[in-house]
Nanobody, 124 residues
Framework: QVQLVESGGGLVQAGGSLRLSCAAS????????MGWFRQAPGQEREFVVA????????YYADSVKGRFTISRDNANEMVYLQMDSLKPEDTAVYYC?????????????????WGQGTQVTVSS
């Protein structure tokens, strides 16, 4: 079992930055792929970015490429999402998720563990 808790969301103006954190607890975190997803009101949960357990492979949605950066600290069981040049369309609840099979896939169904989410609101 892995427990995930996100933090760092908030209200920011367009063009601003936020850094989301995801604290993990439980066993074998360091071998899990981690992903960030987001869900806006009335929309399906969508892939944002994922990182393999080694940290050497990252995958970004086209909509955030060049603006968002994922990183992980396995020793402290943390995953981060640095979000720069934020746009109003980035407004959503952001979730971190863990995949025990280290696939780092875009499919939401490949992730077994989820946090409760943190709200990000970008004003224009």
């Amino acid at each position: 079992q892995v427990q995930l808790v996100e933090s760092g969301g908030g209200l920011v103006q367009a063009g601003g930055s936020l850094r989301l954190s995801c604290a993990a607890s439980g066993r074998t975190f360091s071998i899990y792929a981690m992903g960030w997803f987001r869900q806006a009101p009335g929309q399906e949960r969508e892939f944002v970015v994922a990182i393999r357990w080694s940290g050497g492979n990252t995958y970004y949605a086209d909509s955030v490429k060049g603006r968002f950066t994922i990183s992980r600290d396995n020793a402290n069981e943390m995953v981060y999402l640095q979000m720069d040049s934020l746009k109003p369309e980035d407004t959503a609840v952001y979730y971190c998720a863990a995949d025990p099979m280290d696939r780092a896939a875009i499919d939401v169904n490949t992730y077994d563990y989820w946090g409760q989410g943190t709200q990000v609101t970008v004003s224009s």
